[in-house]
């Protein structure tokens, strides 16, 4: 155990501020983390290598679950733990490395859907067109009613090669692409009206473009993506539990407490600088296009650059809490007890199973992360975020000043808001606070979704967009407030199992907390699956609405807008309802503020005796 100790006016043991920064820097690295794989992995899985809708939310819940699962065994491991730095901090110390390798394994996966040869084809020359000619070299596609006949210029559908065998490319390292005529079925006529054929072209690309893995191999990208994700899970929970739990060991004082989770719930927050993963990893395509990769195999190199980069930097940060924190609250008992056992405490501490309960009727609020990020790279970006922002090289700054003042709303709401947590407990109970950020909270969810329709699945304007910052501000406070409080609520539960039973707990309540978020994740990828599926934003599909943004097509209106309305639906309304359920369970929370600040100042006066 750490025996350096810092006392408060109070007399009691707890943290220094070169501990506290230390172990918020951990923090923030280890959120960046945990947000690079919530928010970047589910769109890099769904729209980079195109897994299907149903695959992609399988392994999402089946892993969460597990997750779920996992971390009260991982919470009852941490509890049985004694080691001359404690309990928490020995895996602080060595978790961090073995989480970045995790972390960028599921990104290190082959294309379920690609581009084939029939996908690298430009017009040919109209003059250059030949008579039509029967040939096993046809293929046919429907477009507008009226079917078309494509047959290549120079008589194969391969692409040609160079000296050294491999795709021949031009000065400019682009692929040189198949020539192709393309004729009328009904009277083998030429078509050589451009914008006709260009637009017939396109949807050949659609249609026979784009090869889908079968059998093994599609079988193969599956079992990648589903292992690799729940070997990240449980790494993390290896860390993500004594980082949590250790809050309840670094200081005596219920104040200082407090204080070090809601900061560190607003440190988490600044960890969704992950969530911009999403974002800034087209970034590297083009240092792969000039290698010669098309857009689809570039992109996905792209993506795993920046994995790369953003873990190694966020697993240094994680490192820091490691070397930092020290543990000053000494266990009160040294009886260890087993994963059965730990269930029975959990379930049997009434407080901590209504916050238990109330946080997985919450899941759906998960659905923010999950859909948030593919909602912004399609809706407001076309998913082509340097053609949207620069139009004739010029900065769209309409669209980004937009964007900007919602973010503002989002991270302001999330990360400002909950920092006033700490003082407003001090004036009203806890109980009244979480009820009334659930149940508050729920209104601006179910408004994002009112603004939709009002506006015509249109935002991108002035009005709309000040009233989604409004919106998102107001879901984001509510949120964010909620995390501090259940942290906050659950140490408060540490605290009365130990003046009930003589024993804290902390790995193995605190991994209640992240039994709630990965239980939720996984509920609320089931949400995200069954919409998508409905819809039909979903492998091939995912493939051809990013070939037809290339090619002009505006998200907004593709698919007589569904997709669009599917993801503004998620992000809104199950939500809401999931806010109104959590208020349930807490209505008549069992542990009032009076009756813990008496048992933890019993507590105290104990542990000084002793």
């Known amino acids: 155990m750490g025996k350096s100790k810092t ?35 589910a769109f890099y899985f769904q729209s980079v290598i195109f897994l299907p809708a149903i695959a992609c939310s399988l392994i999402f819940a089946l892993a969460r679950v597990w997750d779920a699962i996992n971390d009260p065994m991982m919470g009852t491991i941490v509890d049985k733990t004694r080691t001359k730095w404690g309990k928490c901090k020995p895996y602080l110390l060595f978790v961090p490395a073995v989480v970045l390798v995790t ?37 046919e596609v429907e477009y507008d009613g009226v079917k078309y006949l494509f047959i290549p210029a120079d008589g194969t559908w391969e692409l ?52 889908k893995k079968t059998g093994g191999k599609a079988a193969l990208i599956i079992a990648w993506a589903a292992i690799s994700y729940i070997l990240w899970g449980m790494t993390y929970t290896i860390g993500d539990i004594p980082l949590w739990g250790v809050t309840s060991l670094m200081t005596e004082d219920q104040n200082d407490r407090a204080k070090v989770l809601s900061l560190a719930r607003a440190v988490a927050n600044v960890g969704m600088i992950g969530t911009m993963f ?33 873990t190694v930097f966020a697993s240094i940060l994680f490192q820091f809490a490691g070397f930092s924190v020290k543990e000053k609250v000494a266990p009160q008992s040294e009886k260890t007890y087993t994963i059965k056992e730990n269930f029975k405490i959990m379930f049997g501490n009434k407080p901590f199973r209504q916050i238990l309960i109330s946080g997985i009727l919450r899941s759906p609020i998960q ?26 090289d010029q900065l769209n700054v309409t669209l980004v000043l937009q964007v ?61 967009m000040i009233l989604m910052a409004i919106l998102f501000f107001m879901a984001g406070a509510s949120m964010g407030s909620l995390n501090v409080l259940q942290s906050v609520m659950i140490a408060d539960c540490v605290d009365y199992e130990e003046y009930n039973n003589g024993i804290r707990p902390d790995g193995v309540f605190f991994s209640g907390q992240s039994f709630i978020t990965k239980l939720s994740a996984g509920i609320a990828s089931l949400i995200s699956g069954a919409v998508y599926a409905i ?75 002793e």
Request: proline share 4%; hydrophobic share 45%; net charge neutral.
């Open 7 to 41: 006392t408060t006016h109070n007399g009691v043991a707890t943290y220094t501020k070169k501990e506290l920064v230390g172990y918020l820097t951990g923090l923030a690295g280890q959120n960046i983390i945990y947000n690079i794989i919530a928010t970047g992995l």
């Open 278 to 310: 999403t974002m800034i990893a087209p970034a590297f395509q083009g240092m792969w296009k000039a290698q010669g990769m098309d857009e689809a195999h570039s992109l996905r190199a792209a993506y795993i650059t920046l994995a790369v980069v953003m």
């Open 535 to 609: 819809v039909g934003f979903s492998d091939k599909n995912v493939a051809l609405l990013n070939n037809a943004l290339v090619n002009g097509a505006d998200f907004k209106t593709y698919n007589d807008g569904k997709f669009a309305l599917a993801m503004f639906f998620l992000i809104s309304i199950p939500p809401a309802i999931g806010m109104v359920l959590a208020a349930i369970p807490t209505l008549k929370y069992a542990l009032p503020d009076a009756e813990h600040t008496r048992m933890l100042n019993e507590l105290n006066t104990k542990r000084n005796a």
């Open 404 to 464: 900007i003042i919602l973010v503002i709303g989002l991270f302001g709401g999330m990360i400002a808001f909950p920092l006033c947590v700490p003082k407003l407990i001090t004036k009203i109970e806890k109980k009244k606070l979480y009820n009334f950020f659930t149940l508050i909270g729920a209104i601006p969810f179910a408004l994002i979704f009112v603004v939709f329709l009002l506006f015509k699945g249109n935002v991108l304007n002035w009005p709309g």
């Open 367 to 392: 659905l923010l992360g999950i859909v948030a990020m593919t909602l912004v790279m399609y809706y407001f970006f076309n998913n082509n975020i340097g053609g949207t922002m620069f139009v004739n």
């Open 103 to 139: 972390t960028i394994l599921p990104f290190i996966n082959s294309m379920y859907a690609e581009p084939n040869n029939y996908h690298e084809v430009q017009l040919q020359d109209t003059e250059k067109y030949v008579e039509y000619a029967e040939s096993d070299l046809t293929k």
């Open 160 to 211: 040609s090669k160079g000296a050294d065998g491999k795709v021949a490319k031009d000065a400019k390292g682009n692929i040189i692409k198949t020539k192709v005529m393309i004729y009328t079925e009904t009277d083998k006529a030429p078509v050589k009206d451009t914008t006709l054929a260009t637009t017939v072209l396109q949807e050949f690309q659609n249609d026979v473009g784009f090869e």
